[in-house]
């Protein structure tokens, strides 16, 4: 039998890359590839907001946005991070924090969780309305040989029967409201026609009001948009269609900036107008178009997931290719 060599996982001390957890591991985590990292743990795509949020005469580690996570009051996460074992002062921040923030999602992260934090964050998933999300996480360092190290986050508490909601793809925990049912059933059927006789990817059908669409690189993507908000008329009275190319993360003003100097040849290419939405204050900046939906008439809906299906694919001809050039 031939010799097989095989190298042995390392640990590394946090501290050793990250010599601070406030100056040092918190701005890092807070990155957009790194929050992406998390999210792949949590089963969530997060989106960078901000750190040291202030909380009253406190300030929150980190705060995000959950791109799954339904309705704006609705998507907000506030992540906590603590060196060494989890302790009673962060639990009651972390508390404080979420309630000071609006936070639904709440993720904690430390070196090691005592047993008591872990049954404490067990009780406010079992106590709390459905809408709420609470995480530990275990962050280790690993490397093999002479690689560098690498983080691994270990979910070590999530809310009940999370895995198996993930999996599903609703991306929620209990049972769907009637609204989350229209919109899994419209996604399935918009999923169903784009793997049928399109050729743009596709994100999984999950019960919220859009679905994305990959362009490949980090904080940018394409979104379709079936909901009850109506962004011209800034009211719900009529739902909306609407496929957008966004920019999030650092890089959003610049990219977008850069973009919108070719608008009036992107129009021409595309044979029409798109909304620009460069507001500085904005987490997220917008070229789209959108048009007036009745979401409930089922009937409408081939037309609505065709309307759809032309204009994902027109920004994908016409406007993802400059970006990607923009993008180098």
């Known amino acids: 039998m031939p010799d097989i060599s095989i190298s042995k996982l390392e640990h590394v001390p946090l ?4 010599a601070e957890e406030a100056q040092h591991f918190t701005p890092w985590l807070a990155q957009s590839d790194n929050l992406e990292r998390l999210g792949e743990a949590l089963g969530l795509t997060l989106e960078p907001h901000g750190i040291e949020q202030a909380v009253g005469g406190f300030s929150a580690d980190i705060l995000c946005r959950r791109l799954d996570g339904g309705d704006d009051d609705e998507s907000w996460v506030v992540i906590e991070n603590q060196y060494a074992r989890t302790d009673h002062d962060h639990l009651g921040k972390l508390l404080t924090y979420a309630a000071g923030l609006n936070a639904r999602t709440v993720v904690w992260i430390a070196e090691e969780f005592r047993d008591e934090h872990r049954a404490a964050l067990d009780l406010l998933n079992a106590s709390t309305a459905r809408d709420y999300a609470y995480f530990g996480i275990e962050i280790e360092l690993l490397k093999i040989d002479d690689s560098r190290p690498a ?27 009637e ?13 169903e026609l784009m793997d049928a006789e399109g050729d743009v990817p596709c994100g999984r059908p999950r019960p919220h009001s859009y679905m994305t669409h990959g362009v490949g690189i980090s904080g940018i993507r394409v979104v379709s948009f079936f909901t009850a908000w109506n962004s011209a008329r800034e009211a719900f009275s009529v ?3 609407r496929v957008a190319l966004e920019f999030f993360g650092r ?28 507001w500085e204050s904005e987490s997220i900046k917008r070229v789209m178009v959108r048009t007036d939906a009745e979401l409930e008439d089922r009937d409408k809906w081939p037309d609505y997931q065709a309307w759809l299906k032309a204009e994902v694919e027109r920004m994908f001809r016409v406007i993802v290719p400059k970006v990607r050039e923009l993008a180098g």
């Open 15 to 18: 501290r050793t890359v990250w």
């Open 179 to 191: 609204t989350q049912a229209i919109q899994l059933e419209f996604w399935a059927g918009f999923s």
């Open 239 to 241: 739902g909306e269609l």
């Open 151 to 177: 983080p691994r986050f270990n979910v070590v508490v999530q809310p009940n029967d999370w895995a198996k909601t993930v999996q599903a793809g609703t991306g929620s925990v209990g049972e769907l409201s």
């Open 251 to 278: 890089d959003r003003q610049a990219r977008f900036d850069g973009l919108a100097e070719s608008a009036d040849l992107i129009h021409r290419d595309a044979g029409q107008q798109y909304h620009w939405q460069p």
